[in-house]
């Protein structure tokens, strides 16, 4: 049983996945500047400006985290699982996720953050 509140666990989670998408998104810019497309600045602004919205969002989770002194650290990765302790007021508690379902989540936010339905929220 988590003492982790839900609200403040999504907020650890975004300190997970948001570095991923950036990652993601860097290399998708390099593909695309490399690529042959005919017109490819429309890609790279919308690469771009999605890259810029994330990690302005980042940033705020960045401080949210140190303001309430909410730590993510990683401390093991296999091919199935990847473990992250989460500090929260004190208290440690270990998490595992399953290597699948962070891509998948990463994968549903780069749609999210692509479509701009973030805006909507």
């Known amino acids: ?25 860097n290399r998708d810019l390099n593909v695309v500047t490399n690529s042959s497309f005919k017109l490819k600045q429309p890609y790279l602004n919308l690469i771009d400006e999605t890259m810029k919205c994330i990690q302005r969002e980042l940033a705020d989770v960045k401080q949210y985290m140190k303001r309430n002194k909410l730590q993510v650290i990683e401390t093991k990765r296999d091919d199935a699982f990847t473990t992250y302790m989460f500090i929260y007021k004190g208290y440690e508690e270990n998490h595992n996720y399953f290597n699948p379902r962070i891509r998948n989540k990463v994968q549903e936010l780069l749609e999210t953050y692509l479509s701009k339905k973030h805006l909507a929220r």
Do not use: G, Q
């Open 1 to 25: 049983m988590t003492r982790i509140p839900e609200d403040e666990r999504d907020i650890m989670e975004k300190a997970i996945y948001l570095p991923m998408v950036l990652i993601i998104l």
